[in-house]
């Protein structure tokens, strides 16, 4: 029973233009959703935040959406650059013991 | 101010033997989490350690566990090795293992069970 869900496994967009990688979660009691960007051969690196009272946080390039009616939250990344090629992992937290739930994790190309 | 480091980098066990992986938090972080990331899968919630104590589990069986020590260090020790303990094992640390904090990873170990 996935409670995170990435459904789309792979996004390649043009450098420069805008990348929307969305997320979908099923338990009501997350309240805390991360995104987390990996590379080969490397632990997940933070990327942003955003609590659920909010709709909406945005840090640099990077703006996380959350619609708690729909469960669903989306990253935007504006302009995409070809650095950003890499795999986006979306996760949860219910605040219980900060045991983070993560998505299977999309793979964003980011062509030249 | 160092981040969160594991070791060894990779590893190579046979079935049904013993492994003990390591992971140093980031100075200052009380909390230390440990996940399994299966190939084509998101990280998996193993156990989490607050102040040498065990604060919460995931859906793993007991020949997983683990300790955590005052230096910020701490351990996964796996028991009785199955193929399917082939994986990504990555210990992620904060600071107090709060509401709403975000856990920093370290780079991971990898672990092939032949």
Redo the contacts between chains.
């Keep these: 029973d996935q409670q995170v869900k990435q459904n789309s496994p792979s996004l390649s967009v043009q450098e420069g233009r805008i990348s929307i990688l969305n997320c979908d979660y099923t338990n009501s009691m997350f309240d805390y959703f991360l995104w987390y960007k990996k590379y080969p051969a490397e632990g997940p690196t933070f990327l942003i935040s955003i609590s659920s009272i909010k709709d909406k946080n945005e840090d640099g390039r990077f703006t996380v959406f959350l619609n708690k009616s729909a469960k669903h939250l989306s990253l935007h990344i504006v302009p995409s650059q070809p650095g950003d090629s890499a795999v986006y992992f979306c996760a949860a937290d219910s605040g219980a013991n900060s045991k983070l739930t993560f998505g299977k994790g999309i793979t964003l190309s980011v062509r030249p | 101010e160092t981040g ?1 480091t ?1 070791s060894p980098t990779h590893l190579i066990k046979t079935r049904g033997q013993q492994v003990t992986l390591r992971c140093s938090s980031q100075s200052g972080h009380n ?1 230390v ?1 440990w ?1 399994q990331q299966a190939l ?6 193993i156990f ?1 350690y607050y102040r040498e104590e065990e ?2 589990r ?1 859906n793993f069986p007991p020949r997983f566990s683990g300790l955590q020590f005052p230096n910020y260090s701490s351990e996964l020790n796996v028991n009785a090795l199955e193929l399917d303990d082939s994986a990504l094992y ?1 210990c ?1 640390s ?1 600071p107090t ?12 170990t990898r672990l092939l069970v032949l």
């Design positions: 969160v594991q909390t989490s996940y084509g899968q998101g990280p998996q919630f989490q604060n919460g995931g990555l992620a904060s293992g709060g509401w709403q904090e975000t856990q920093y990873f370290g780079p991971g």
